[in-house]
């Protein structure tokens, strides 16, 4: 694709702090830094989210994931732990539409007040059976793919 900025990326038209690649991932510093190590991980293949890998792409996209999280913990023995965060589609905050992952390293001196990951519990304003009907919902999706 070529107005996409990871595209461009990957093609080198835009210079990166490349950290990891092989020829299906490009592991890269995310600009931003919400903290130090801030890491994006993309495949090279341009899939704009989630929806759109195959069962190939997950598997070589999601079996280096760990690999390179576990080397951004280790850069910096301050870190205590790590993020990985996928913003997946416009609705969900997605800004660049070729997919990626962030792993983003939290520190022992991080706030959680200001790193923004808080969520609204709604599970108890749900029944057994509004649990049971999500479930049975989403196993009857599953069961349609196979």
């Known amino acids: 694709m070529t107005d996409c900025i990871f595209c461009k990326i ?12 092989d020829e299906d991932i490009l592991a890269f510093l995310d600009i931003s830094q919400v903290s130090k190590g801030h890491t994006l991980v993309i495949p ?4 704009a989210n989630l929806f759109e890998y195959d069962e190939d792409l997950a598997a070589r996209v999601f079996t280096k ?12 023995p301050e ?6 965060l ?7 905050s997605q800004s660049v539409f070729h997919s990626h ?4 390293p939290r520190y022992a001196t991080d706030s ?7 969520w609204e519990t709604k599970g108890d304003t749900l029944s057994s059976e509004n649990f049971t009907e999500i479930k049975d ?4 999706k599953l069961e349609e793919k196979s």
């Open 137 to 140: 919902t989403i196993i009857s």
């Open 86 to 92: 996928n913003n997946n589609g416009e609705f969900a």
């Open 112 to 118: 959680l007040d200001g790193f923004g990951l808080k």
């Open 44 to 47: 090279k293949k341009h899939v």
């Open 101 to 104: 992952f962030h792993l983003i």
């Open 79 to 84: 870190i205590k732990g790590l993020n990985l």
């Open 65 to 76: 994931i760990p690999e390179i999280a576990r080397a951004v913990r280790l850069f910096d």
């Open 10 to 21: 990957i093609n080198k038209e835009i210079p990166s702090y490349t950290i990891y690649e």
